[in-house]
């Protein structure tokens, strides 16, 4: 087994490394994948909007029955102790504080049991932000179909289907799958997917099919902040092919421009293959909003 690392986490009340943590084989989050997930970056040591990534946890917990172990101050207060012992330990000021709750531990049975603890674990990672050649050239994805379950809304801890979704790009050298649904848009295996069309930029409705990123209320407000018109439409897959530009979101893609699409080209002009400049925008103005929005 490869060494795990010595970076600081939380498990059930206990502040350890992750290489010293331990659950049960019965927990339900192992055995089941019955549980949810929240991942929340950090700037500057600051937890960048965590009243969002809280309101989230909340709805995943809710939508799977899992009471919510700890107030939103509780959540804060351990997450920011973690964020300081990282960056004692490694000077990231910059890094990405995962949090987990399954429903706990219980013999095996389909059923949820009533009177059983959550699980608690966090951890924290320092920040890996797309490189500054990805920044400057833009990336390349594979598509494919959502095969995946009906209840993308969930940040469920079951990530199968995300995950080998995610491996047809790597299997290509490409850094994302973006999904399709019966000829349309969902997301991808761990972003959301943006369409520019005519200087506007286009995301699909809020659906079970879909995550709502915590960049979908962030990037309507930078939209509004620097006038680019913001739709959330169903995206039929063929708009997504002749896109002007194709953008990522997520924590830690942030907004990212996709420039090839299974092998082709995006965009059109003297722009195909680039970043284009409604990317540069909501990267600039993204930028800003990371030093004004975090606690
Ligand atoms: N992934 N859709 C899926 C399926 C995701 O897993 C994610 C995030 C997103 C974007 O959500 P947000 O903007 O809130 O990060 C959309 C996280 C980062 C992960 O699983 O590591």
Redesign the pocket.
């Known amino acids: 087994m490869p060494s795990l690392p010595d970076t600081p986490c939380y498990l059930d009340g206990e502040y350890t490394r992750v290489c010293d943590a331990k659950v049960s084989v019965l927990d339900r989050g192992f055995i089941f994948g019955d549980g949810i997930?929240?991942?929340v970056?950090v700037y500057g040591r600051r937890l960048f909007r965590f009243d969002e990534?809280m309101a989230?946890l909340q709805r995943s917990l809710t939508k799977v029955r899992i009471g919510n172990p700890h107030t939103p101050e509780d959540w804060l207060q351990r997450c920011r102790r973690l964020v300081q012992m990282l960056a004692e330990q490694t000077a990231a000021e910059d890094q990405?504080v995962?949090i987990q709750v399954t429903r706990g531990v219980a013999v095996r049975e389909h059923t949820m049991p009533s009177g059983i603890t959550p699980t608690v674990y966090m951890m924290v990672t320092p920040m890996k932000p797309p490189t500054p050649e990805q920044r400057h050239h833009g990336v390349a994805c594979m598509t494919a179909r959502d095969f995946r379950w009906e209840r993308?809304d969930i940040?469920s801890l079951s990530?199968l289907g995300?995950v080998m979704a995610r491996q047809i790009s790597a299997d290509h050298g490409a850094v994302e799958t973006i999904l399709f649904r019966d000829g349309f848009l969902t997301?991808?295996?761990?972003?959301?997917v943006w369409v520019v069309h005519e200087g506007a930029l286009l995301g699909v409705p809020k659906s079970e099919h879909?995550?709502?990123?915590?960049?979908?209320e962030?990037l309507r407000e930078l939209c509004e902040d620097v006038g680019i018109a913001y739709n959330l439409r169903p995206i039929a897959e063929a708009d997504v092919r002749s896109a002007d530009e194709l953008l990522l979101?997520?924590?830690?893609?942030e907004v990212l421009a996709v420039t090839q699409l299974d092998g082709e080209a995006v965009g059109h002009g003297a722009l195909r293959g680039k970043p284009g400049p409604v990317y540069s925008r909501l990267y600039e103005a993204y930028q800003r909003a990371k030093t004004l929005q975090s606690i």
């Open positions: 997930y929240e991942v970056p990534h989230r990405l995962y993308g940040k990530l995300n997301e991808a295996s761990s972003s959301n879909v995550l709502e990123g915590i960049r979908f962030l979101s997520s924590a830690t893609k």
